[in-house]
């Protein structure tokens, strides 16, 4: 079975731009959420999304968003890059999104912001 | 404010030695996971543990849920090499119904060989 998939693995922007991330989650796999981790702050809970609807929503600025298709893939999209953007975003799969669900993460995305 | 603390926040120590990793909060969670996370990789996860008091052993590592449900710990029994890399606990918090997982601020473990 493939694991989660992030496209691109590495990306270079400079700050007034945006950017979107890809996420294939694993075959069966409703359950896309998607999360920063920079060294200062940790890995932080950006948005969760189940059937195309996001569920739950951390707290980053509204220049975060994000969708989900009808196959479950994802996409997250940041406008207006700041310097402090610059992070791992990760994406994980599972098949629902609870306390005893297991989520499945993928090698994530690296940001630099120029 | 980080709901979970980690500590120590860096552990060095020779391969062979035991270790304990601790996973603080003030706040009571559904369930409390511990990941590890390599260089270049995501996290992976490693147990989950549900009910206050619960241990549950995973060969050489044993994990720990406060009975209060507030903590956590991860002790590692003669550490090798392979266990090198970040250890993450994370909790969900139940807030009306909107679930989110936390993460801990981690641990950087490396067993020197």
């Known amino acids: 079975k493939a694991g989660v998939t992030q496209t691109p693995r590495y990306l270079i922007k400079t700050r007034g731009q945006q950017v979107t991330l890809s996420c294939s989650p694993i075959?069966?796999?409703?359950?896309v959420s998607w999360y920063q981790q920079t060294p200062g702050q940790g890995l932080q809970f950006l948005f969760e999304?189940?059937?195309?609807?996001?569920?739950n929503k951390g707290n980053f600025p509204g220049r975060f968003s994000g969708r989900q298709f009808s196959n479950s893939r994802s996409e997250m999209n940041v406008s207006t890059l700041e310097l402090g953007d610059s992070a791992l975003y990760l994406c994980?799969?599972?098949?629902?999104?609870?306390?005893?669900?297991?989520?499945?993460f993928g090698p994530g995305t690296r940001l630099t912001v120029l | 404010t980080q709901l979970l603390e980690q500590s120590p926040q860096f552990l060095s120590i020779q391969e062979g030695e035991n270790l304990t990793v601790y996973c603080n909060s003030s706040?009571?969670?559904?369930?409390l996971q511990w990941y590890r996370q390599e260089p270049g990789e995501g996290p992976v996860l490693l147990v989950t543990?549900?009910?206050?008091?619960e241990v549950k052993k995973l060969k050489r590592l044993t994990f720990q849920f406060g009975d209060a449900r507030k903590d956590s710990s991860l002790h590692i029994t003669a550490a090798q090499p392979g266990d090198t890399g970040l250890y993450l606990c994370?909790?969900?918090?139940?807030?009306?119904?909107?679930?989110?997982?936390?993460f801990g601020t981690g641990t950087r473990l490396t067993i020197i060989p």
């Open positions: 994370a909790g969900f918090i139940s807030n009306f119904g909107n679930e989110k997982l936390t």
């Open positions: 075959s069966g796999h409703r359950s």
């Open positions: 999304y189940f059937s195309e609807t996001q569920r």
């Open positions: 994980a799969s599972s098949l629902a999104y609870g306390p005893t669900d297991t989520q499945y």
């Open positions: 706040s009571v969670f559904s369930s």
């Open positions: 543990v549900v009910t206050g008091g």
